[in-house]
């Protein structure tokens, strides 16, 4: 903003730079620290005509804020707005974890039943975050990387 303040242009991008700070204060009242950083014009720019319910946002920012799981809290903002969870950055299944779940299978795929390497399987959540899984051993299973994309991919 400061190196364009003497622009003959500079009026539009300041109006363009007020009208995102008032769309972002509509749509997400209560400011918190984690809202830095998040690349709120290109949020703007997709997001800015759609009709959103500013406190059922809100309720849903405390609940992903509260969650365990979620360890990105600056990702909550694009999350709530594009439903993609890899803003998100949920936990992932650790190696250890991912060894006793590998041995647990006997190195079978839990999908498609064949034997594969451990560097050729992938830790997935039985129940998905988006369903109220957990990232826990018991909601964990292995499967090799076609069956883990396919499964990904419906």
Request: glycine share 4%; net charge negative.
């Amino acid at each position: 903003m400061r190196r364009h303040q003497h622009d003959e242009n500079a009026k539009p991008l300041w109006e363009y730079f007020q009208s995102v700070i008032e769309w972002v204060e509509a749509v997400f009242p209560n400011y918190r620290k984690s809202m830095k950083g998040v690349d709120w014009g290109s949020l703007y720019n997709v997001y800015k005509d759609k009709e959103v319910d500013a406190a059922k946002i809100e309720a849903e920012v405390e609940t992903l804020l509260d969650d365990e799981e979620v360890t990105k809290e600056s990702g909550i903002y694009p999350y709530v707005l594009t439903r993609e969870a890899k803003h998100l950055n949920l936990r992932q299944f650790d190696a250890r974890m991912k060894r006793r779940m590998y041995r647990k299978q006997n190195g079978i795929c839990a999908i498609c039943n064949d034997p594969f390497g451990l560097n050729e399987m992938e830790a997935d959540h039985i129940r998905p975050w988006i369903e109220g899984g957990k990232t826990v051993e018991d909601n964990c299973q292995m499967l090799c990387r076609d069956c883990n994309r396919e499964k990904a991919a419906n």
